[in-house]
Structure formats: C-alpha cells, structure tokens
C-alpha cells in the first residue's frame, strides 16, 4: 500500500538552529501539507502546497518556516531559526483530490525537540 | 481556538460492544467532516467521513452521524475490537479551505 514516509523520525536542535524536515509524499498525489502537535495538544494545520505553491498558511506559519518542493518526490519544510515552542510532531500529509474531502494520508511524523 | 471540540480523553468499552465516540463543532460554516485513528508513533489514518449534506454513513463497523442542527457528530463502533483501542480524532473541513480543524481526541480501550 503507498505510503507517505517522513525523515527523521525523531531531532533534536539548539534553539537558533535552522532544522529541514522532508516528507516523500505518495506518488500521484497532487495536494501536500504539513500538520504539527505539540504534546498533549491538537493536530494543527500549518501549509498546504499545490502546484508548486502555497495554496494556504495558518497563523503560525510565519516567517520562520518555508516549504518547497525541490524535486518531483520530496517536500520539505523549513524552520530557519528554531525557538523552544517549535517543540512538536510534524506530519506531513498528501492527497489525490484535495480541499480535504477526499482522503488525507499522513507520514508517521518527525518529532522536533528543540533544546 | 476550541472550534472542534471532543470533550471526553478517555472511553474504556468492552470487546463486543458499541464504543460512541462524540465530537461537538461551533463553525456553522463546516461542510465536510472526518474521522482519523492515530496509534502510538504512527501518523493519523483516515477512518470515515462524512458531508453535511447527509446525517449518516457507514462504513462496515464503523458509522458516523451528524446533528447539524445541534452541531455535533457521533462515531459509532461495532463491535468494538482490542484493535480498535486507539486516539480517535474529529476533524472538520470549511468549503474553499484546505485546513482541517481537528479535535483533541478521544483515547479509546477496548477490553478483551
């Protein structure tokens, strides 16, 4: 079955670092996003990503972070300088159809801890 | 921001019987809703959805109903299985926006 994979699984950053975050999103899927959660809390949405572009950003997607699609399989999303509340999960996730009526298929995470 | 609510952490039900898992929204402009399962260390799967359109779907054990007029949706198991225990989230969708609004969870148990 295909699957969303994310590296790493699992980094830890100094605060101030700047920390890249891929995902290879299945290959035919066409809307890409990235969630976070910081523990105990609700997944939150971040950016969705279509046709080589930003289609949405929440409020917490400020300056500090950039997503880009390098190539025609990875999707990354950037921190550039790390602060402590950057603590989370990202997932990141990919659909055929998007506007999230149709399925939404999550990686299994990247955990950030930031120190 | 408490626009998807679930208010329960936590049910415990027993292998066999009906686990009801209950999610509240305030957005009256959602259209679209879903249910993940997360296991530990595993991303959020996709589970059942439902439009506003309609007030129930189903799928094998598995049936969602909505409430419009009370804004709130339901997540029916049956029977509910030990491989079922799992986080379950609501989550929910506004027409135009591709951002899903989830809630905090309900942590599920199903006892053998």
């Known amino acids: 079955e295909p699957e969303v994979t994310q590296t790493p699984s699992h980094q830890v950053t100094q605060m101030g670092q700047e920390v890249i975050l891929r995902c290879v999103p299945i290959?035919?899927?066409?809307?890409f996003y990235w969630y976070r959660q910081i523990l105990g809390q609700k997944v939150e949405f971040l950016v969705s990503?279509?046709?080589?572009?930003?289609?949405?950003k929440s409020e917490i997607f400020d300056d500090q972070f950039s997503v880009e699609r390098p190539d025609g399989s990875n999707f990354t999303l950037k921190i550039r300088s790390t602060k402590l509340e950057d603590s989370a999960m990202y997932f990141c996730?990919?659909?055929?159809?998007?506007?999230?009526?149709?399925?939404?298929?999550f990686g299994e995470g990247s955990r950030l801890t930031v120190l | 921001d408490q626009q998807v609510k679930q208010n329960s952490p936590s049910l415990s039900v027993q292998e066999g019987r009906i686990s009801i898992l209950n999610c509240d929204y305030t957005?009256?402009?959602?259209?679209?809703f879903l249910w993940y399962k997360k296991y530990p260390a595993e991303g959020p799967t996709f589970l059942i959805s439902?439009?506003?359109?309609?007030d129930k779907n189903e799928d094998g054990r598995f049936t969602v109903f909505l409430n419009k007029s009370a804004k709130h949706l339901s997540l029916h198991i049956v029977p509910s299985q030990p491989g079922d225990s799992a986080v379950y989230f609501c989550?929910?969708?506004?027409?135009?926006?591709?951002?899903?609004?989830f809630g905090k969870g309900t942590k599920l148990t199903v006892n053998p």
């Open positions: 996730a990919s659909s055929e159809n998007g506007r999230t009526t149709g399925e939404l298929f």
């Open positions: 290959s035919n899927h066409l809307y």
């Open positions: 990503f279509y046709n080589n572009e930003i289609s949405e």
């Open positions: 957005n009256s402009m959602f259209d679209y």
């Open positions: 439902i439009s506003s359109i309609k």
């Open positions: 989550a929910a969708n506004q027409g135009g926006s591709e951002k899903l609004v």
